[in-house]
């Protein structure tokens, strides 16, 4: 070989043996803690957040189809034709009002298609741990990663944000805790 391909393959190894670290570095990361609490995590995160949004809508829908049964029911007995003309109009905006709540089944089949995609990435990762060993991963946590930074404020801690179903406190538990 001439010295300009041993340079070259020298230099190839070497961005090699770079991106196995860095390789490596991801995959602590994504592994740290619980093997598979971060994209579980994240998947179950937007199952609530399409279940919870398919609720409200369906709730908004009822309310929005009693308050037509309502506006129905006083036209009937009204004779009056302004009280009518509001009328119409009450019952035109809960009709749109109902079309805009549409939103939910784009939204929820945008979630879905992400949830899959999160999926499909665990289930490679997750291979690919399988593959190096979680044994050496795990050993090699402490060493590739940098202590997280403790947050400036001691409230920002306590901030976890809404819990995922049957994982909270239920609000019976708090009132007793103030009782």
């Known amino acids: 070989?001439?010295?300009?391909?041993?340079?070259?393959?020298?230099?190839?190894?070497?961005?090699?043996?770079?991106?196995?670290?860095?390789?490596?570095?991801?995959?602590?990361?994504?592994?740290?803690?619980?093997?598979?609490?971060?994209?579980?995590?994240?998947?179950?995160?937007?199952?609530?957040?399409?279940?919870h949004t398919d609720s409200a809508t369906h709730n908004i829908l009822q309310n929005l189809e009693g308050i037509s049964d309502l506006v129905g029911q006083l036209q009937d007995k009204s004779k009056d034709g302004d009280t009518n003309e509001i009328c119409d109009a009450v019952m035109e905006r809960a009709t749109n009002a109902m079309e805009e709540c549409t939103f939910q089944d784009i939204t929820g089949q945008r979630v879905t298609k992400i949830i899959s995609s999160i999926r499909f990435v665990e289930e490679r990762v997750n291979a690919m741990v399988e593959l190096m060993g979680r044994d050496m991963i795990d050993a090699e946590v402490e060493d590739l990663l940098e202590p997280e930074p403790e947050p400036e404020d001691s409230d920002a801690a306590l901030l976890n944000g809404p819990q995922l179903p049957g994982q909270a406190i239920s609000q019976d538990d708090i009132d007793k805790l103030f009782a």
């Not at 230099?11 to 670290?21: D, F, G, P």
């Not at 390789?23 to 995590?41: L, M, Q």
Request: glycine share 2%.
């Open 1 to 51: 070989m001439t010295q300009k391909s041993d340079s070259r393959l020298e230099s190839e190894i070497r961005n090699l043996a770079q991106y196995i670290k860095r390789f490596r570095v991801e995959i602590a990361r994504i592994n740290k803690g619980d093997p598979d609490s971060n994209f579980r995590n994240m998947s179950d995160h937007l199952d609530a957040i399409t279940q």
